[in-house]
């Protein structure tokens, strides 16, 4: 099970264990946060972590003194074992040892397949033991099969730089994120003339495209025309409509 | 200018087995899209596939304009989030009353699993889109795929709760390795299989030109990513596409049961959005099978 261990700066004795079952877990100086620390340089509601695609995701929700994951001040951060959250003065761990045990290897012969290949379903139970057993560290597991550790997400942010917006600076970690006046734009277009949907910024395995989401539209990246769908770099310039900003990828 | 969604489907028994257990059904007026593969001897699949069709459609359709009422029921005994930290359930206006919908066929399977002498143990995945103007909201339980295919590529938007591809995801076996296993057909989820149900459920966007495919394992296990994309994107009309691409799965053994379920995005003006709701231009909606 995954826990946060709180600690008041450099100092080594535990003040809290947090254990992190479910649901979103919020971190402020107001007691009604889940994880209250009671402390000046902490933020009323100071930052929020939830489980999200089989990991915990720590989340700034907007607190003056920033969240820190290893010393480095982020807005949204996948936490892994070992990572140290720092918010304020205060100096939380983050342990997660379940998700060690889930790099087992599942052995062959498996449960009792029954006849042709017909689908069976394990239940939660089962598959618990079944990818538990055998259940070594994940750095074994995956030093027999040479598979490499998954690296930190790569998070994409735009920063605007032309055009009425509701913010000045998006961090991009839908799937899928429109420009538009659209309700469902998560990049807010104002004014009368504003596109309903401009352009679509898709986000894959740590990479991110941009295309226009109509024929009709001009979409330009670095200045040149790009009707199809592009892949984004670090700098890139987007203009689309009167909306100008530019992507960059945070770290 | 509006979306619309043409839609086609179909499914075939393949070239083993005895009985089709997949269903498939949808209903275009409330943009309701799904697919079931269904598991359990003695015809057990077959209902409950069925049940997984029919209980989604009927979901949107009772509760069209209305607030998502029958959430409640679904969500069953209230413990309901308690087994293990998992993702959040969508909360946005569409994901909350898919992930509902889908709740509520795992509970309505399971009873009927439990109720009835021979059908204990019988389950079904599901797949199921559901798509609002640009809003694309997908809900996924099992081994059925969802991929989008958008300007030339294709992908998978659903994740197999499968044991391979657990396997791949922590990086013990190769994606060639998942492919060759004998282990393929162990799922970790299913409709109906126990008392409650985690549905993968993810608010997406659509735009036109948008296809999305939504299969059962018959075909995914044959037909590789690219080579839908080829079909796909050669076939001069989706009806067309999806007996190629059911045709192509039973050219290589068509071992399991195949089925397809295709749909297009597409700008409709409004004029021809008119000309279709007076002159009914085709089906809008097909039941489960």
Known sequence: MAKLYLRFEQSQSVLREVPLTQGTATIGRLPDNSVQIDNLAVSGHHAKIYWDDGHYVIEDVGSLNGTFVNEKRVGKATLIHGDQVKIGKHVLEFKNEGAIALGASVPKSGPATPQLDATVVLDTKQAREMIAEKGGPVSAARSVTGAPLPGRERIGVLRVLEGKTDQERYVLTAKMTMIGKSSLATIRLKGWFAPTTAALISKRENKYYIAPSEKKIKLKVNGEDSPNLKELHDGDLIEVSKFKATFSFQE | ?289
Request: net charge negative; hydrophobic share 40%; with cysteine.
């Open chain 2, 1 to 289: 200018m509006t979306l619309a969604v043409e839609v086609a489907g179909k499914t075939d028994v393949g070239c083993v087995r005895a009985n089709n257990e997949d269903n498939f059904g949808y209903d275009s007026r409330y943009g309701i899209f799904v697919v079931c593969d269904g598991m359990g001897g003695q015809a057990a699949g077959e209902v409950a596939s069925k049940m997984g069709v029919d209980i989604l459609l009927e979901y949107f359709r009772n509760t069209a304009g209305r607030k998502d009422a029958a959430g409640q029921e679904a969500a069953g005994p209230s413990q309901g989030s308690s087994a293990s930290p998992t993702r959040q359930p969508a909360t946005t206006a569409n994901g909350g009353p898919l992930a509902n919908a889908i709740r509520l066929a795992n509970k309505r399977i399971y009873e009927a699993g439990e109720r009835e002498t021979g059908k204990s143990g019988m389950g079904s995945t599901v797949v199921a889109a559901l798509v609002r103007g640009n809003s694309l909201t997908i809900g996924n339980v099992g081994d059925s795929r969802i991929y989008l295919i958008r300007h030339g590529e294709i992908q998978q938007l659903t994740r197999d709760h499968s044991l391979v591809m657990e396997q791949v995801r922590l990086g013990l076996i190769t994606r060639e390795q998942a492919e060759q296993s004998e282990m393929q057909n162990v799922i970790l989820r299913a409709l109906g299989s126990e008392k409650e149900v985690e549905a993968d459920v993810e608010d997406l966007l659509a735009v036109s030109g948008d296809l999305l495919l939504m299969s059962s394992d018959g075909l995914t296990r044959h037909v590789r990513d690219q080579e839908i994309l080829k079909i796909v994107t050669a076939a001069r009309s989706l009806e067309a596409a999806c007996a190629t691409l059911i045709e192509t799965a039973k050219d290589r053994g068509g071992d399991d049961n195949i089925t397809c379920l295709l749909l297009k995005i597409v700008d409709r003006p409004w004029y021809k959005h008119i000309l279709h709701k007076v002159f009914s231009g085709g089906r809008q909606w097909q039941n489960s099978i």
